[in-house]
Protein backbone atom coordinates (compact mmCIF):
# COMPACT_ATOMS: atom_id res chain seq x y z
CA UNK A 1 0.00 0.00 0.00
CA UNK A 2 2.78 2.50 0.89
CA UNK A 3 4.68 1.76 -2.24
CA UNK A 4 1.73 2.63 -4.39
CA UNK A 5 1.04 5.72 -2.84
CA UNK A 6 4.55 6.58 -3.04
CA UNK A 7 4.20 5.87 -7.23
CA UNK A 8 1.01 8.14 -6.97
CA UNK A 9 3.13 10.86 -5.60
CA UNK A 10 6.35 10.50 -7.87
CA UNK A 11 3.82 10.80 -10.63
CA UNK A 12 1.79 13.90 -9.47
CA UNK A 13 5.47 15.80 -9.26
CA UNK A 14 6.44 14.78 -12.63
CA UNK A 15 3.15 15.63 -13.83
CA UNK A 16 3.85 19.15 -11.97
CA UNK A 17 7.18 19.83 -13.23
CA UNK A 18 6.00 18.50 -17.23
CA UNK A 19 3.00 21.21 -17.26
CA UNK A 20 5.07 24.06 -15.33
CA UNK A 21 7.65 23.92 -18.16
CA UNK A 22 4.84 23.86 -20.59
CA UNK A 23 2.76 26.21 -18.93
CA UNK A 24 3.08 29.00 -21.32
CA UNK A 25 2.21 27.39 -24.32
CA UNK A 26 -1.36 26.25 -22.83
CA UNK A 27 -1.89 30.10 -22.40
CA UNK A 28 -5.11 30.83 -23.99
CA UNK A 29 -3.98 34.44 -23.98
CA UNK A 30 -0.84 33.84 -25.66
CA UNK A 31 -1.82 34.63 -29.40
CA UNK A 32 -2.84 38.06 -30.06
CA UNK A 33 -6.09 39.16 -31.28
CA UNK A 34 -5.13 41.77 -33.57
CA UNK A 35 -5.93 39.67 -36.72
CA UNK A 36 -9.67 40.08 -36.33
CA UNK A 37 -10.81 43.33 -37.31
CA UNK A 38 -12.55 45.99 -35.04
CA UNK A 39 -16.81 45.36 -34.63
CA UNK A 40 -18.85 48.50 -36.05
CA UNK A 41 -20.71 49.42 -33.35
CA UNK A 42 -23.21 52.05 -35.46
CA UNK A 43 -25.62 54.29 -33.35
CA UNK A 44 -24.89 52.18 -30.26
CA UNK A 45 -21.11 53.40 -29.67
CA UNK A 46 -21.99 55.62 -27.64
CA UNK A 47 -23.63 53.81 -25.15
CA UNK A 48 -22.06 51.95 -22.00
CA UNK A 49 -25.06 50.17 -20.57
CA UNK A 50 -27.92 49.53 -23.60
CA UNK A 51 -30.96 47.10 -22.06
CA UNK A 52 -33.80 45.40 -22.79
CA UNK A 53 -35.68 44.67 -19.14
CA UNK A 54 -33.30 46.42 -15.60
CA UNK A 55 -30.89 49.21 -15.82
CA UNK A 56 -29.54 48.05 -12.04
CA UNK A 57 -26.49 49.95 -9.78
CA UNK A 58 -24.73 50.24 -6.89
CA UNK A 59 -24.81 53.51 -5.58
CA UNK A 60 -22.67 55.60 -6.08
CA UNK A 61 -21.82 54.49 -9.87
CA UNK A 62 -20.05 56.26 -12.42
CA UNK A 63 -21.15 55.59 -15.95
CA UNK A 64 -19.11 56.75 -18.96
CA UNK A 65 -21.60 57.13 -21.88
CA UNK A 66 -24.98 56.84 -22.69
CA UNK A 67 -27.65 54.43 -20.61
CA UNK A 68 -30.45 52.85 -22.72
CA UNK A 69 -33.21 50.85 -21.62
CA UNK A 70 -36.02 49.57 -24.42
CA UNK A 71 -38.43 47.90 -24.69
CA UNK A 72 -38.86 48.30 -20.70
CA UNK A 73 -39.52 51.74 -19.65
CA UNK A 74 -37.83 54.25 -17.40
CA UNK A 75 -39.06 53.16 -14.19
CA UNK A 76 -36.93 50.24 -14.52
CA UNK A 77 -33.80 52.51 -14.77
CA UNK A 78 -31.79 52.23 -11.22
CA UNK A 79 -28.89 54.99 -12.26
CA UNK A 80 -29.00 59.08 -11.66
CA UNK A 81 -28.90 61.45 -13.66
CA UNK A 82 -25.82 62.57 -11.85
CA UNK A 83 -23.88 58.79 -11.90
CA UNK A 84 -24.41 58.95 -15.79
CA UNK A 85 -21.78 61.42 -17.97
CA UNK A 86 -23.77 60.85 -21.21
CA UNK A 87 -27.77 60.62 -22.09
CA UNK A 88 -30.22 58.26 -20.34
CA UNK A 89 -32.81 57.20 -22.99
CA UNK A 90 -35.88 54.87 -22.29
CA UNK A 91 -39.05 53.72 -23.88
CA UNK A 92 -41.61 56.32 -22.00
CA UNK A 93 -44.49 54.55 -21.99
CA UNK A 94 -46.67 57.24 -22.04
Known amino acids: MRKLKNSYVRIAIILLMVLSLAGPSFNASASPR ?3 PPINLGTTA ?3 VLAGSDVNDTTPSTVIGDVGLDPATGANIDVT ?3 VTGTIYDNDAA
Open 81 to 83: CAE
Open 46 to 48: NFA
Open 34 to 36: ASH
